[in-house]
């Protein structure tokens, strides 16, 4: 469900975009190579993976340098979104990134929750948008929209 | 987004830790028990310290002493004094803190900070030295953290201190004869990293250490059983060594009047804690995960990531054997385990084998795996000791089958060579190993492995000739159908041509198999690509009873 607030403790087979306060436990699958900002800043593409299946996560700078694949991590008030297609998730300034182990833990890397999927990001899109003008709504008429 | 992460890495007292890592409970709980202890001792003079330290041990025996070990641990200008508060506070024998260390030892040691590491050692002298019941394990557990395969200067200081602290308190020692045994293994082990990387200064120390405990406590040696022979061998090349050997050769009672010579040594298993013992607990956990829990065919990332951690350098490649000890001897699935789509051991040996580039590592690699063939006994040995070395030669044959071919060359050479003053006796023992192999349904038959028409022609028939009795036992040189008899292996073999046009017989007995056989497997058939549903290992087992209750 789109724009859910309270925190869920999430397969990731269940995962879809636009879901937040995301809890999840997982095994590093493997880290892509950084890509650099205009800011300088060092993006990692990196598969991670639990019992239900495998998503990509977008890590920023120091954590992706220092994770190895193999490390099994526990991540708080995650977030997913869509980003060239594919299901993605994302780190929070809030939220926890920690390593809690490594190589014990059972993975499955299908489904690949990430494969690039238009029409998953094209129902993004349109609920992005909706909730965009629910929000705008809200702030400007002030009661309750929608 | 997750722009500028400021984190940096959490400070701590004891740890090394990265900037992924938490805190946990113990940690926390190791600091706050250190700050009260610091306050409740900050400022005082003597009387009123042991004071202090009384009123805190009545509070919590464990808080006090947790204190006590983190100061001892992160102080070494104070832990002197630390220990002798300890001493004074505990009413426990120490038995908190040694566990507390064993703890540290087995899940926490390679993170720890280097002056951490010290004073850790530190303190299992002072262990030692005052005689602290447990002091033993301590020991133990620090020498599984002496990395084989690895000659990084922390790795050897810890092979160095733990030699010192040996030599400082022998007669301590020597009330310890399962500690004595596991010295003398370990370092025998450690000799082969030193001696090949030209570390002659601690070599030299090692080898005088280590011929001294031979020679005044043999009969620790004995307990250690055949894998001792296998790490004497390996660094027989060293005069000191080769002298022992030839002893053990030659005149055995000179060492103990127990001693009978070198079969009685290769004759007795060695107990499972030596062979774990030279496995870090990190490998241990990994090794037993891989083979509880990931599914066959899922396993390659694990081997990456494992290769990775500790297969990656060339020195590390002394390790192979080590792990293959272990996988054989020690990892024993059960029933349940070796029936359902787990990794199977055979698979990770297969994998250990074939990523292995390094031709000594890869000989002794092929040693360990048959180890326990070479004078398997019956009454002593286990089906699950030669298993994985009968699976990885029968799953080889069609996918890798030059892997098959390289191992059964090399057992067909281990017969004659292992000790040629032994020879006959090996061959008993490795004839009867394929036997009882036969027997508990590993492989329903022996023929399609051992003399598979598609292995080069002077192997097979150096096969052929060599285990002749078990070539006569399933092909026996009759022309109608009789029930298979087990030949005895005493019975006198008759001597007989063999022709490479045998097909007619050969089918026909084959057909005579496996209706025998139909009665023995869980559900009669013999499916050669399934070999683990005709595997009739169970509980029962050691009790002399097959699972149709026989």
Redesign the interface.
């Known amino acids: 469900m789109a724009g859910t607030n309270s925190p869920v403790m999430m397969p990731i087979k269940d995962l879809k975009p636009g879901m937040n306060n995301l809890n999840l436990t997982f095994i590093v699958?493997e880290i892509g190579r950084p890509t650099t900002t205009k800011?300088s800043?060092e993006v990692r593409t990196v598969k991670v993976a639990d019992r239900s299946g495998m998503v990509n996560l977008?890590l920023?700078?120091?954590?992706g340098k220092?994770?190895l694949?193999?490390?099994i991590?526990r991540m708080s008030r995650g977030y997913s979104g869509m980003f060239k297609n594919c299901m993605t998730i994302?780190?929070?300034?809030f939220g926890?990134?920690?390593?809690?182990g490594?190589?014990?833990m059972?993975f499955?890397e299908t489904p690949n929750m990430s494969e690039p999927n238009a029409e998953l990001a094209a129902q993004y899109e349109k609920e992005e948008v909706e909730r965009k003008a629910e929000i705008a709504a809200r702030k400007s008429g002030g009661g309750r929209g929608g | 987004?997750?722009?500028?992460?400021k984190?940096v890495a959490i400070p701590s007292r004891l740890f090394l830790h990265?900037?992924?890592?938490?805190k946990d409970e113990q940690e926390d709980k190791y600091e706050s028990c250190y700050q009260a202890l610091v306050q409740s001792i900050q400022g005082k003079g003597d009387k009123e310290i042991s004071d202090s330290l009384h009123m805190e041990a009545m509070k919590s025996h464990e808080n006090i002493c947790t204190g006590l070990l983190v100061g001892i641990l992160t102080e070494p200008n104070n832990c002197i004094k630390f220990y002798s508060y300890l001493s004074f506070v505990a009413n426990d024998g120490l038995n908190f803190v040694v566990s507390e260390m064993n703890r540290l030892l087995l899940e926490k040691f390679n993170i720890m900070k280097e002056t951490v590491q010290q004073q850790l050692i530190w303190l299992v002298r002072e262990l030692v030295r005052n005689g602290v019941p447990g002091a033993d394990w301590v020991c133990w557990n620090v020498m599984r953290n002496i990395i084989g395969g690895n000659t990084s200067n922390r790795n050897l200081w810890l092979a160095d201190q733990m030699m010192n602290i040996y030599t400082d308190s022998r007669v301590w020692l020597y009330t310890m004869p399962h500690l004595v045994s596991g010295v003398i293994y370990t370092y025998l082990r450690l000799l082969e990293d030193h001696a090949r990387h030209n570390l002659k200064e601690l070599k030299d120390k090692e080898v005088s250490f280590l011929t001294q405990l031979i020679r005044e406590r043999f009969s620790d040696v004995l307990s250690i059983g055949r894998d001792f022979v296998r790490l004497l061998q390996t660094v027989s090349r060293i005069p000191e060594i080769e002298q022992v050997w030839q002893e053990i050769l030659h005149s055995p009672s000179s060492l103990s009047p127990q001693f009978t010579g070198v079969e009685q040594l290769m004759r007795t298993r060695t107990p499972r804690k030596y062979l774990v013992s030279r496995i870090t607990p990190d490998m241990e956990?990994?090794l037993n995960?891989l083979t509880q829990?990931?599914k066959f065919g899922?396993h390659t990332?694990?081997e990456?990531?494992?290769q990775?951690?500790h297969l990656s350098s060339q020195e590390s490649q002394s390790l192979r054997p080590d792990l293959v000890r272990f996988i054989v001897s020690v990892i024993h699935p059960s029933n349940d385990l070796l029936q359902s789509d787990v990794m199977p051991r055979w698979a990770v040996i297969g994998w250990i084998l074939t990523t292995c580039t390094n031709p000594v590592a890869s000989s002794n690699v092929k040693l360990a795996l048959f180890y326990d063939w070479i004078f398997f006994d019956l009454a002593s040995d286990s089906i699950m000791n030669l298993e994985p070395a009968v699976l990885v030669m029968h799953h080889s044959m069609k996918p890798h089958p030059q892997i098959t071919a390289t191992l059964l060359d090399f057992l067909s050479r281990l017969v004659n060579n292992f000790l040629p003053s032994s020879s006959d006796q090996v061959l008993l023992c490795v004839t009867a190993a394929f036997q009882h192999v036969q027997e508990k349904g590993v492989l329903p038959l022996l023929t399609p492995l051992l003399f598979n028409k598609n292995i080069n022609q002077g192997l097979r028939k150096s096969l052929m000739r060599i285990f002749q009795s078990l070539y006569l036992m399933e092909n026996p040189p009759v022309e109608k159908p009789t029930p298979v008899q087990e030949y005895s292996i005493i019975h006198p073999i008759p001597t007989v041509q063999f022709s490479d046009d045998e097909d007619d017989s050969e089918n026909e007995n084959l057909m005579i198999n496996e209706t025998r056989n139909n009665g023995l497997t869980s559900n009669g058939e013999a499916k050669n690509d399934n070999i683990n549903e005709n595997l009739m290992i169970n509980e029962t087992r050691n009790n002399g009873l097959t699972s149709n209750g026989e």
Request: hydrophobic share 35%; with cysteine.
């Open positions: 699958i800011e800043q977008s920023w700078n120091e954590p220092v994770l694949s193999g490390d991590v994302y780190t929070t300034k926890e990134f920690v390593k809690i490594e190589f014990c059972i499955s | 987004m997750d722009k500028r992460d984190r990265t900037l992924l890592d938490c956990k990994k995960f829990n990931v899922f990332r694990y990456a990531w494992f990775r951690s």
